[in-house]
């Protein structure tokens, strides 16, 4: 589970997990990019990534989101 507070803008570049994904936007806007299609993600707005597929994202600052990750994310010493 991870809590984000972005600060400035920002974008992540196309990338794969091998783990499902579920966001949820609390505020603000993220605009994830699957396929080169552009699906805002609202604030109350969720979306699930389903292992396997190449996303991105673009965030403007003072988004805040929750993201849920299945199976292995880290090891933890």
Same mark, same amino acid.
């Given at each position: 589970?991870?809590?984000?507070?972005?600060?400035?803008?920002?974008?992540?570049?196309?990338?794969?997990?091998?783990?499902?994904?579920?966001?949820?936007?609390?505020?603000?806007?993220?605009?994830?990019?699957?396929?080169?299609?552009?699906?805002?993600?609202? !604030? %109350?707005?969720?979306?699930?990534? $389903?292992? +396997?597929?190449?996303? /991105?994202?673009?965030?403007? !600052? %003072?988004?805040?989101?929750?993201? $849920?990750? +299945?199976?292995?994310? /880290?090891?933890?010493?």
């Amino acid at each position: 589970m991870a809590f984000w507070t972005c600060s400035d803008d920002a974008a992540s570049g196309e990338h794969v997990h091998d783990y499902d994904e579920y966001m949820l936007v609390v505020q603000g806007c993220y605009m994830l990019i699957i396929n080169g299609k552009r699906i805002p993600i609202n !604030a %109350g707005e969720e979306y699930f990534i $389903a292992r +396997g597929v190449a996303h /991105a994202g673009e965030v403007v !600052a %003072g988004t805040r989101t929750i993201h $849920a990750f +299945g199976g292995h994310r /880290a090891d933890r010493e």
